[in-house]
């Protein structure tokens, strides 16, 4: 099992950038795929973009292309995700989650997959 805690949430103007951590803590990390999603006021949870167990591959969703960059660090049992040039259609609750892979290469993108969940934490992009 995995547990999973999402920091680095806040205010920010349009334009801004955010960085925002997922710490996770349990065993053999490396073992896991780990996506962000987002769920914006009256909107449904929507991928933001994925990172395969050892960070080798990536994959984001068309309003994250080019302005966000998800990394992450097994040794420390990190994922981030840095967010630039944010939108006010960036307001959102961010959530981390992570899933079992087999796969060093395979990214996850729906919400379906993953059954390990972060708390959530809030984005605020002001115009």
């Known amino acids: 099992q995995v547990q999973l805690a999402e920091s680095g949430g806040g205010l920010v103007q349009a334009g801004g950038s955010l960085r925002l951590s997922c710490a996770a803590s349990g065993r053999a990390f490396s073992t896991y795929a780990v996506g962000w999603f987002r769920q914006g006021p009256g909107k449904e949870r929507e991928p933001v973009g994925s990172i395969s167990r050892n960070g080798g591959f990536t994959n984001y969703a068309d309003s994250a292309k080019g302005r966000f960059t998800i990394s992450r660090d097994n040794a420390k049992n990190t994922v981030a995700l840095q967010m630039n040039s944010l939108k006010p259609e960036d307001t959102a609750v961010y959530y981390c989650?992570?899933?079992?892979?087999?796969?060093?290469?395979?990214?996850?993108?729906?919400?379906?997959?993953?059954?390990?969940w972060g708390q959530g934490t809030q984005v605020t992009v002001s115009s």
């Open positions: 989650a992570a899933t079992y892979s087999s796969s060093v290469y395979t990214t996850y993108f729906e919400t379906r997959s993953y059954g390990y």
